[in-house]
């Protein structure tokens, strides 16, 4: 059984669009994270929620809009889309020892 | 979160032992070293952690000098699956903190 699952694994898109992108764990974490990682392979955490609050935001613009409907899930909304959000999105699980297992990405491109 | 130095990238020959160094000199007394690292196109995946003692598990041996301001990841016998960029990664061991990568260490596994 897969731990972290991201859908989808790909998506290319128009600017101006909005998407989701979605995220399970399976790990009966608490607390899960959003990085992004850019063409040049930065790895940066956007968002935490812990218990389906927020606790960490990176200074995200306003777009990025995270959701988490229940401690097992943290969607991801972004509205009108621009060409620098194209990267690739990783959804996080933390586990209470500190590790955090990653999901599989989901790498959205927008034209 | 103290930062870490790493070399940009390291070769090593298959079934050799690979080293890998990182450089964390303004390391706090609460702050761990981790080690994830990156295969192409996967999410990071968690390898080993270590706080001032040496660790070893299944994947990996971590060395933490005395002073704790540098450390080594060492793969005993490297094998192709091994090529990826491995990030050295210090955080306060606490449920929700995040992690906060660096650029890595291309490792490339020679055949």
């Known amino acids: 059984d897969t731990a972290v699952s991201q859908t989808p694994k790909y998506l290319v898109t128009q600017m101006g669009n909005d998407k989701s992108i979605k995220c399970e764990q399976n790990l009966g974490h608490d607390t899960m994270y959003w990085y992004k990682q850019d063409s040049k392979k930065f790895l940066k955490i956007m968002f935490s929620?812990?218990?389906?609050?927020?606790?960490i935001n990176e200074t995200v613009p306003n777009r990025f809009s995270p959701k988490s409907p229940d401690k097992a899930h943290l969607n991801l909304h972004i509205n009108s889309l621009e060409l620098g959000d194209s990267a690739v999105y990783f959804c996080?699980?933390?586990?209470?020892?500190?590790?955090?297992?990653f999901g599989p990405g989901t790498r959205l491109l927008v034209l | 979160d103290a930062k870490t130095t790493q070399p940009t990238s390291m070769d090593c020959a298959e079934g050799r032992a690979a080293n890998l160094p990182c450089n964390h000199s303004?390391?706090?007394?609460?702050?761990?070293v981790y080690w994830y690292r990156q295969i192409h196109s996967q999410g990071p995946q968690y390898i080993i952690h270590g706080l001032k003692n040496n660790e070893t598990n299944e994947m990996a041996s971590l060395i933490i000098t005395e002073d704790r301001k540098s450390s080594t990841l060492i793969l005993p016998h490297a094998t192709l699956r091994d090529t990826a960029v491995y990030y050295c990664?210090?955080?306060?061991?606490?449920?929700?903190?995040?992690?906060?990568f660096g650029t890595g260490t291309r490792l490339t596994i020679i055949p």
């Open positions: 303004t390391i706090s007394g609460n702050e761990y």
């Open positions: 996080a699980s933390n586990h209470a020892s500190g590790l955090q297992y």
């Open positions: 929620y812990n218990n389906k609050e927020l606790i």
């Open positions: 990664i210090v955080r306060v061991d606490f449920g929700n903190e995040k992690l906060t």
